[in-house]
């Protein structure tokens, strides 16, 4: 019986740090989305308004001009980063709730984490590094 809680709390847990982890992933996924968007933006901004651009839509390139373009870039970086404090704050919620849960049920996987993590952790001899080094002509 005491097992069956133990792996009952424990599958919580890891459901817990699985849905933190998807949190994360989605908010570099924006992050990244979002400089994406910035780039195009400074490069479309000193162009000519009447100037023709292609937008790749699905998997559908659309040819547009700059004018139409612009805004539409705009706007979605300004949503961008809505969906980016909003994903922050539920990441900060997440990771207190995965403390609280943490706490409240005495684990420490973070301990048993860096005691698997020490032996892979070490960084090779410099003379290792040196016979890994070769050039190649």
Request: proline share 3%.
């Amino acid at each position: 019986m005491q097992t069956q809680i133990q792996n009952a709390i424990t599958t919580h847990f890891n459901q817990l740090v699985q849905e933190k982890d998807n949190l994360i992933n989605l908010f570099n996924d924006t992050e990244i989305q979002k400089r994406e968007h910035e780039v195009v933006v400074k490069a479309l901004t000193p162009l000519d308004k009447a100037r023709k651009c292609f937008r790749l839509i699905d998997d559908v390139l659309v040819e547009q001009t700059v004018g139409d373009v612009l805004p539409i870039l705009e706007k979605e970086l300004a949503d961008m980063e809505k969906t980016k404090e909003s994903l922050q704050k539920q990441l900060e919620l997440k990771s207190k709730e995965v403390v609280e849960f943490q706490q409240k049920h005495h684990l420490n996987f973070g301990a048993m984490k860096n005691a698997q993590k020490k032996p892979t952790d070490e960084k090779p001899k410099e003379n290792e590094k040196k016979k890994e080094s070769g050039i190649l002509i």
